[in-house]
C-alpha cells in the first residue's frame, strides 16, 4: 500500500508541469469557443436576438461586472441584458476589437457605441469580457468597463459629499481637549 501511495506521489510530481498540457482543450475547441462567443456578440447583442443567449450561456452561468459577482444566473442575465439595451440604445452596436481563446476562456476587447434614447446623446464605452467555456458554453463571464466615463458623456458630474454637520463635543472629547491644552 505505502508502495502504491508513493508511486502516485512520484507520479503526480514528475507530471505536474506538464498537467496544464494534460487537461488543456484542444486546439479546435479553443477556435469553437471564440466563435460561439462572437455568434453571441454578433447574432445575439449586435442583431438583437436575446434568445440565442440559451444555446451559448450555461443556466448555471456566474457573472461579473467590474469584479462584483451580479445575483442573476444563466442565460436570463444575458436576455435581459440584450433587451435593456435594445429600449435604451436604439440601434447600438458592438464593435470586436481583439478576441482569442486560450484553453477554456475567450477574450474580447470591444465598443459598444450607442444613442441613450432618454437624453438623445451618444455613447461610447470600451471594455474587456473573458469568458469561461466549459462543454459549449458559457460558464463565468467577467466584463471590465468604466462606467463612470459613460455617465460624464451622458452629462452627468461627481459632486463632493455633503459635509456632515459636526455635532457637539462629548464630555469625553472635551477632557482629551484640556488634556492636551495643559502644560
Known sequence: ????????????????PFQSYLYAPDEGQEEKNAALFKYLMDEGWNKGKP????????????????????KQLGPEMIRQAITQNMKD?????????????????????????????????????HAVIIAQFSEGKIVKAWTYDNQWDVFKQLGFKLAQPAQEKSSPPTQTQEKAQEKKEIP
Request: a neutral charge; aromatic letters at 12%; proline letters at 4%.
Open 1 to 16: 500500500m505505502k508502495k502504491a501511495i508513493l508511486s502516485w506521489v512520484l507520479t503526480m510530481i514528475i507530471t505536474l
Open 51 to 70: 434568445e440565442l443567449a440559451d444555446e451559448v450561456v450555461s443556466p448555471h452561468c456566474l457573472f461579473y461586472i467590474n469584479g462584483v459577482e451580479t
Open 89 to 125: 440604445y436604439p440601434g447600438f452596436h458592438i464593435s470586436i476589437e481583439d478576441l482569442f481563446a486560450k484553453n477554456d476562456k475567450v477574450v474580447m476587447r470591444y465598443i459598444f457605441q450607442g444613442t441613450f434614447q432618454k437624453l438623445a446623446k451618444p455613447v461610447i464605452l
